[in-house]
């Protein structure tokens, strides 16, 4: 990691701003990645750099990254295509903040986004991850809901979080919707590259469990919902079989950590179940 730039402060101290790596893993995204890429660049906190990964895209989104002229932006292209897990790995090992951002290529970031997370974390030092509401967007951009966190603001344990996750439904969103301290990102590992589905809920499983995680009931975050994307296809879209699969998986991976008994599991399949098919409902009606 390196160090961000340096600010002199009232009594003549110097005082560091941490670098923050906003991360966005691309494929085929040429309709949404200039958005995406202008939304992580205007935020109000000035220490960042953004790194875009094109994972040998057959469209042109490497070509409009290449166009924006901003020497804040780290662009590279896989010459071979390394599917979700390897190239969402792949651009952490690239970015070099102190604290990561990861975000889909269709997301957007609110202007205060890392200004308002990363203070979070800087005012609560066992906090390993900052989270923040998501705004429900379409292809188009209209507004079709909000996906909000834990029910409670603030400082929470994050195993506690974790344990409710298998109950109810994965309170940590979209990658958009968190910021992680980079220090936790590498002795977790990164990203499962067994996981197909379900990859970046189960890295944060892991980052849960690792210290509190610091609820911000604001939305600072858009998350695109729209058809061939990984939710479309796990909610309604005829990958549902494989996606539960999956998830039980994830739930013997975590069983131990998270003292889970068989009707944890048991409980943790019937939530995602119901989910999965009220979120396909919804799918159906507002998302082309």
């Not at 205007?42 to 790194?51: L, P, S």
């Not at 020497?71 to 896989?78: D, E, F, V, W, Y």
């Not at 996750?165 to 980079?182: K, Q």
């Not at 892991?206 to 610091?214: K, N, P, R, V, Y």
Request: aromatic residues 8%.
């Amino acid at each position: 990691m390196v160090p961000g730039s340096w600010r002199l402060c009232l009594g003549g101290e110097l005082e560091v701003n941490p670098l923050v790596s906003i991360c966005i893993p691309a494929f085929n995204n040429a309709e949404h990645i200039e958005q995406a890429v202008h939304s992580a660049l205007n935020q109000t906190y000035a220490a960042i750099e953004v790194v875009v990964v094109d994972d040998a895209s057959a469209d042109d989104t490497y070509e409009l990254v290449k166009a924006i002229e901003d020497p804040r932006i780290k662009l590279s292209r896989n010459l071979l295509n390394l599917g979700l897990a390897g190239n969402w790995n792949h651009s952490i090992e690239i970015a070099q903040g102190d604290f990561i951002k990861l975000m889909g290529a269709d997301d957007v970031l609110e202007p205060t986004a890392i200004e308002k997370e990363l203070q979070a974390l800087l005012d609560n030092p066992a906090a390993v991850l900052a989270e923040s509401n998501s705004k429900v967007v379409n292809a188009d951009g209209r507004h079709h809901g909000t996906f909000r966190r834990y029910w409670r603001k603030g400082l929470v344990p994050g195993r506690r979080v974790a344990i409710d996750c298998t109950r109810t439904v994965d309170l940590f969103g979209s990658p958009v919707a968190n910021l992680i301290r980079a220090s936790v990102l590498e002795k977790v590992g990164g990203f499962d590259p067994t996981f197909v589905y379900i990859t970046d809920y189960d890295l944060f499983m892991s980052i849960a469990c690792q210290g509190d995680i610091f609820i911000i009931g604001e939305s600072l975050n858009q998350f695109r919902v729209r058809k061939g994307a990984n939710t479309s296809k796990v909610m309604g879209g005829g990958e549902e079989a494989a996606y539960l699969a999956e998830h039980r998986r994830m739930l013997e991976k975590h069983r131990a950590g998270l003292s889970l008994t068989n009707f944890d599991i048991w409980l943790s399949m019937l939530s995602r179940r119901v989910w999965s098919f009220m979120v396909g409902v919804y799918l159906r009606m507002f998302v082309r």
